[in-house]
């Protein structure tokens, strides 16, 4: 049997891919890894062989030596960028160095190809709509992180024969989110907002420009990444082509749970307008704009209401606390 491993099964991503190939491809046997820190059990299909282990500091060597492994899809990261700055030396070894991980056991096992969910943190600071060959400008540790993955990768091509396909996923929401998080997943943040009587934080006026993507719609392209030949040693913006400014994505919000109080937080460092082109993605990849904003907040907002009460996450202490932003100080 043919097989698939993913890394961060357990997280949206992951866990909605597995059940994808499981369903749609049952030729392949789906193995997957986990650290659980951002992700749920309660995500993972019954049929994927689960293993949970850190990828910074454990070894892959016991799942690929003996299961001849035909694709990796490395989605495992922890992609806080507002928070990267003051956790930088977290930021990097669980992107960086769990990615290195990942390339260095690729390579020994012979693994057909890694598919990595880089990020449009990379484009940073420019003229947008970005296309893929924008040069890379990140603003933030977490933007630099996956900047330094995409190298490293391409470099273990060159050298190593390793072939790869490096997708910019871009504002990813939808089930399986993790919306216990503060630091991150703006749509995820207001709805356990919403479920504990909060009002829905807004960053500044909320005129940031995001792309917002539902995952059902990424579940093709990112099979594609593994098996088109047309995808080998290509990087691909992967998500919506429709861009919309934060306030007005809280506005939506507001209208499908029946009504929010909108509080406005002080300013961050942050890029303003993140969106891009997608002529690669439609092309390579078969991606279609299905899923209208509006039709994927209802969907993802039923789930949500479902879902059990969760300690949120919360950094006890941060490893950097000048120019910490009021909302997130302790």
């Known amino acids: 049997m043919k097989k698939v491993l993913i ?8 866990s909605r891919l597995a059940a994808y190939i499981i369903e749609k491809h049952p030729s392949y046997e789906v193995i997957g890894v ?14 994927v062989q689960f293993t949970q282990l850190d990828l910074s500091t454990d070894s892959l060597d016991g799942l690929l030596a003996n299961q001849n492994v035909d694709y990796v899809y490395h989605l495992a990261a922890y992609a806080a960028e507002g928070l990267s700055p003051f956790i930088r030396c977290f930021n990097y070894t669980n992107n ?34 970005f296309s893929e060959a924008h040069q890379p400008n990140p603003v933030d540790p977490y933007g630099v992180a996956k900047y330094a993955c995409e190298m490293d990768i391409q470099i273990a091509g060159e050298q ?8 910019r996923p871009h504002n990813v929401y939808g089930q399986h989110q993790n919306i216990w998080d503060k630091y991150r997943n703006v749509l995820g943040i207001w709805m356990y907002q919403k479920l504990n009587n909060e009002a829905f934080t807004v960053i500044g006026k909320g005129h940031q420009k995001r792309a917002f993507t539902f995952i059902d719609d990424c579940l093709e392209p990112l099979w594609q990444c593994a098996v088109n030949e047309k995808a080998s040693k290509q990087i691909i913006n992967l998500g919506s082509s429709i861009e919309t400014r934060v306030i007005d994505a809280a506005y939506q919000l507001q209208e499908i749970v029946g009504g929010a109080e909108i509080e ?8 303003i307008n993140a969106y891009s082109t997608h002529e690669k993605a439609k092309t390579i990849l078969g991606y279609k704009d299905i899923t209208p904003l509006k039709e994927g907040l209802q969907i993802m907002w039923n789930w949500a209401q479902q879902q059990p009460k969760r300690t949120r996450k919360e950094w006890d202490q941060y490893e950097l606390e000048k120019g910490m932003y009021g909302f997130w100080k302790k």
Do not use: Q
Not at 34 to 47: F, R, V
Not at 96 to 118: D, E, H, P, W
Not at 264 to 271: D, G, K, P
């Open 7 to 14: 890394t961060g099964v357990a997280g949206m991503i992951g």
């Open 34 to 47: 986990d650290n659980l820190s951002g992700g749920y059990t309660e995500n993972i299909p019954d049929k």
């Open 96 to 129: 960086l160095v769990a990615t290195a991980n990942v390339v260095n056991a690729c390579i020994k096992y012979g693994v057909k190809r890694l598919v990595f969910t880089s990020s449009m943190a990379v484009y940073g600071i420019g003229t947008p709509p």
């Open 160 to 167: 190593h024969g390793l072939d790869w396909c490096i997708v």
């Open 264 to 271: 406005h937080l002080e300013e961050r460092h942050e890029v």
